[in-house]
T-cell receptor, first 111, second 114 residues
Framework: DAGITQSPRHKVTETGTPVTLRCHQT?????MYWYRQDPGHGLRLIHY???????DKGEVSDGYSVSRSKTEDFLLTLESATSSQTSVYFC??????????FGQGTRLTVV | GENVEQHPSTLSVQEGDSAVIKCTYS??????FPWYKQELGKRPQLIID?????GEKKDQRIAVTLNKTAKHFSLHITETQPEDSAVYFC?????????????FGQGTTLQVKP
């Protein structure tokens, strides 16, 4: 599994509640990414990190925040979940000059 | 910022035929172009990648070509088989940058009919 784990794998939450998704790696890779996957839109970058405490916005960052306090963990937070954030979320990790490896994905449903 | 456009969105071929998927990118500084395959219900996985110092790369039935001047790259699958049916994504990145940002195209659903 390339040393990357996402949790939880499935989550149902109510509109307006905060939600945190976790991505954990054991590869000591520099780069970590959060993508969302929706039909017809492919993989859209939400936020990414290029080091501890170094993060930047992606294409669809509104309504999301991230934190990376340790090399191995990259957290994605939805401060107040909305139905438009129902999606499959993928975390990916990548070393310098290497390919990106994806986690198994988290299916989030906001009702 | 970088933008990657991928075409077609769906592609249906007969088994044994070739399939071609095309992508264009906007940032001329991009220098790393991977292709991922995603089977239904699974995570995307790398099938081939190319760097900007190379014009073409092959791996068995799969090949990727890159035209830096036109800023486009293509995936070629020959002798397609039913197990090639999946969603394919192209991506672009500036490999030498500090941030390692990786942007994907919208995906192509390939159906190979037996």
């Amino acid at each position: 599994d390339a040393g990357i784990t996402q949790s939880p794998r499935h989550k149902v939450t109510e509109t307006g509640t905060p939600v945190t998704l976790r991505c954990h790696q054991t590869e000591n890779h520099r780069y970590m990414y959060w993508y969302r996957q929706d039909p017809g839109h492919g993989l859209r970058l939400i936020h990414y990190s290029y080091g501890v405490k170094d993060t930047d916005k992606g294409e669809v960052s509104d309504g999301y925040s991230v934190s990376r306090s340790k090399t191995e963990d990259f957290l994605l937070t939805l401060e107040s979940a909305t139905s438009s954030q129902t999606s499959v979320y993928f975390c990916a990790i990548r070393g310098v000059g290497t390919e990106a490896f994806f986690g198994q994905g988290t299916r989030l449903t906001v009702v | 910022g970088e933008n990657v456009e991928q075409h077609p969105s769906t592609l249906s071929v007969q088994e044994g035929d070739s399939a071609v998927i095309k992508c264009t990118y906007s940032d001329s500084a991009s220098n790393y172009f991977p292709w991922y395959k995603q089977e239904l219900g699974k995570r995307p996985q790398l099938i081939i990648d190319i760097r900007s110092n190379v014009g073409e790369k092959k791996d068995q039935r799969i090949a990727v070509t890159l035209n830096k001047t036109a800023k486009h790259f293509s995936l070629h699958i020959t002798e397609t088989q039913p197990e090639d049916s999946a969603v394919y994504f192209c991506a672009a990145s500036k490999g030498g940058s500090n941030t390692g940002k990786l942007i994907f195209g919208q995906g192509t659903t390939l159906q190979v009919k037996p």
